[in-house]
């Protein structure tokens, strides 16, 4: 489903299984997450093994997915790439950094956010024009919002290492003619780092009953 929503040089692997194969962590990994409960041990361990599939199809040797600062996954070098899990999905996905400065991507179950979080989670323009609750019972648009901000995060995060709060992101969405099940959207940020975008593009699915997004930060020609 992922690959759905990234170019093709990005490389996509994505689950629905919710238990890894046995024996698919490096003992280095396995450390990590040994004082864990056991759902927490497989979602890392699966999504672990959705990684090293994606470094098998972007010619990467395998290697361990180790966690930095807020838990950022340290990808091998000279690569980028993103993890998301939740229940029922496991996803991640890799670039090679001289094609792709960063990529985030997000799954969400598509339903409700808990009580209280729409408030904390949207500025009052987002409010003005994202609809509350489900479309035809089809799209949560509250939680799409989520998971859009989520792989905003996640591209922004690993290139500043500054934290990026809700508020700080508004994203606008955009609906694919023909189709109200997937679509594209803008981020437009009001936090500045060195050589970082304000605004920020990204695409959207729902499908499955999940709520999908990404984003992919190319490098620039110049750069």
Known sequence: MIERLLPAYVACADTYETDAPAGS?????????ATSVDRRKHEFA???????????????????VMRGHRGMPLWPDGTVGSMTHCDGYRAAVLARASQVRAVGIDAEPNEPLPP???????GP?????????ASG??????????????????????????????????????????????GTF????????????????GRW?????FAVTAIVLPVSPSA
């Open 137 to 182: 019972r089809t799209v949560h648009w509250d939680r799409l919002l989520f998971s859009a901000k989520e792989s905003v995060f996640k591209t922004w995060f690993p290139l500043t290492r500054v934290e990026l709060d809700f508020l700080e992101a508004d994203i606008t969405f955009r609906t694919s003619p023909g189709t109200g099940t997937e």
């Open 186 to 201: 803008t981020a437009e940020l009001s936090l500045t780092a060195p050589d970082m975008p304000r605004s920020y593009e």
């Open 125 to 133: 323009s987002e409010r003005a024009r994202t609809p509350l609750g």
């Open 205 to 209: 699915l729902i499908d499955g009953g």
């Open 25 to 33: 962590l490096y003992p280095e990994e396995a450390r990590l997450v």
């Open 46 to 64: 699966a999504v672990r093994a959705c990684a090293r599939r994606a470094m098998a199809d972007l010619g990467v040797p395998a290697a361990p």
């Open 116 to 122: 209280g979080v729409w408030e904390v989670i949207s």
